[in-house]
């Protein structure tokens, strides 16, 4: 599934240049080694790199490529980025689509097109206008998916009001914060927290504060707070007291 | 594309007793193309069927291959995405059910020694059905410089390429999977080959040879 192109091993490093932006200011996209952007930087066009530094605000006019990345501050990228690995701290806003090995936020991620990567962990706020695709899925906080959020592992552990249109895996793990947090969000905030699907398909899944139209899988959990108009169940179903579930069949 | 009964998604799951973790796998490597998944409303909201004959087919042949090839290797032997690879033309002799003479045909006419995976598609079927092509110069030189240019602009092999008759006139056409064609009365259809299945034939015919 993933399959990043270039292989920076081949390249004689010694013919490329290191750029490194300071203050305010501009440079043209090309082949380099290292950039590094600290302070307010752009670069126009496509870039290719094996290493990108953005501390403060860094913004790239055209598909990235390059075998890490990290951003500290403020990152935007106007085309697609294909990286190994993606640190970001901060906010990364993505126009095209991102192809990653492992992904790494706090903060924002907010990406137009869609996710591919192999591992997601996000802490914070996540957003993909055309689905994602991974084979774990880790997610601290809250997200909004549009389309099919498609993952081997999901685990996630939201607040706030998030939607995914649907979500399809083989664990699936769907928590409230609320059930953890002693002290300070019970009672007060975080009651009317959801989650919105319209479908969840999963081998195992597991969900709670969560509304949802169709739940199908083959053990399914449904815990507190649930609004589910129906479940299809192929082996076993356990529901909550707590939750509203409409109809239940076993296939 | 008559006889297309559609399947829904849990029936699927019961016939072939694969799990929905699986099929979502397999959606994710590509194993099964994105266009198959026919969304239609149902009373409960969407609901996502298949095309019977295709998708039982497709899910044999992964469980089946899936013992012998790790799931990335099945993806690239079967999936419609398309190989980066770049291939020599004396590498391509080494596969018998390419015939030479198209080959040379391909080689002369494009100027090149070297093929995309797309054009060694073109070459396999212009071998295998090689009866339905105007062997008359003009004509298979025009259709070879177009599937160059297809090539170029055409991402996927989620194509049907169809071979058209009217009276002597030959007509070649590139068509999406899911689109009906109807012709005038003295239209023939002559040939409908799916890029797709020669894809598939083809990865495994040279999966075999450069495997040796």
């Not at chain 1, 006019?61 to 993606?86: A, D, H, M, P």
């Not at chain 1, 991620?109 to 869609?114: E, I, N, W």
């Not at chain 1, 999901?154 to 002693?182: P, Q, V, W």
């Not at chain 2, 799916?194 to 040279?206: C, F, N, P």
Request: neutral net charge; glycine residues 8%; proline residues 1%.
């Amino acid at each position: 599934m993933i399959d990043i192109t270039i292989d920076f091993r081949r390249w004689n490093m010694s013919n490329f240049n290191d750029v490194s932006i300071c203050g305010n200011k501009k440079v043209n996209g090309g082949k380099y080694r290292h950039v590094k952007i600290t302070g307010n930087g752009k670069i126009t066009g496509d870039t290719e790199a094996k290493e990108i530094n953005i501390n403060g605000s860094g913004k790239i006019e055209g598909n990235t490529v390059t075998s890490k990345i990290e951003i500290n501050g403020t990152g935007l990228i106007e085309g697609n980025l294909e990286s190994k690995q993606v640190i970001s701290d901060g906010e990364l806003i993505i126009r095209g689509v991102i192809i990653a090995e492992n992904i790494l936020t706090n903060g924002m991620l907010s990406v137009q097109k869609m996710i591919k990567a192999k591992k997601i962990k996000a802490r914070g706020n996540l957003y993909s206008s055309k689905g994602l695709e991974s084979e774990e899925f880790n997610l601290e906080g809250a997200f909004k998916i549009e389309e099919l959020l498609n993952s081997n592992k999901i685990d996630i552990l939201f607040s706030g009001n998030c939607y995914a249109k649907e979500i399809g895996g083989d664990e699936i793990l769907i928590r409230h914060t609320y059930t953890f947090d002693f002290g300070f969000t019970i009672g007060c905030f975080g009651i009317n927290d959801r989650m919105e699907a319209e479908l969840i398909e999963g081998n195992t899944v597991f969900i709670e504060y969560t509304k949802v139209k169709v739940v199908r899988g083959h053990n399914i959990k449904i815990g507190k707070n649930c609004v589910i108009e129906e479940v299809e169940y192929f082996d076993s179903i356990e529901i909550d007291p707590g939750a509203i579930v409409k109809t239940k069949k076993k296939i | 594309m008559n006889n297309n009964t559609l399947i829904s998604k849990k029936e699927l799951l019961q016939m072939t007793g694969i799990s929905y973790g699986q099929l979502y796998r397999w959606k994710r490597e590509n194993l099964i193309p994105e266009h198959w998944f026919i969304k239609k409303s149902s009373f409960t909201g969407q609901e996502t069927f298949f095309v019977k004959d295709k998708i039982l087919k497709r899910v044999k042949e992964i469980l089946d291959l899936k013992d012998k090839y790790s799931l990335e290797e099945l993806s690239k032997l079967i999936s419609p995405e398309f190989t980066k690879r770049i291939f020599d033309s004396n590498e391509l002799r080494r596969i018998p059910q390419l015939k030479d003479k198209i080959i040379n045909i391909f080689k002369n006419i494009l100027h090149k020694n070297y093929f995309t995976y797309f054009e060694i598609i073109f070459i396999y079927a212009f071998s295998k059905y090689k009866d339905y092509l105007n062997d008359a110069g003009e004509d298979l030189k025009d259709i070879i410089k177009t599937v160059e240019h297809w090539s170029k602009i055409i991402k996927g092999t989620s194509f049907r390429f169809v071979i058209l008759g009217k009276k002597t006139e030959r007509l070649y056409l590139l068509i999406h999977q899911n689109t009906e064609l109807i012709y005038d009365n003295s239209t023939q259809e002559l040939k409908v080959i799916d890029l797709e299945e020669m894809l598939k034939e083809l990865s495994l015919l040279m999966n075999n040879i450069i495997n040796d």
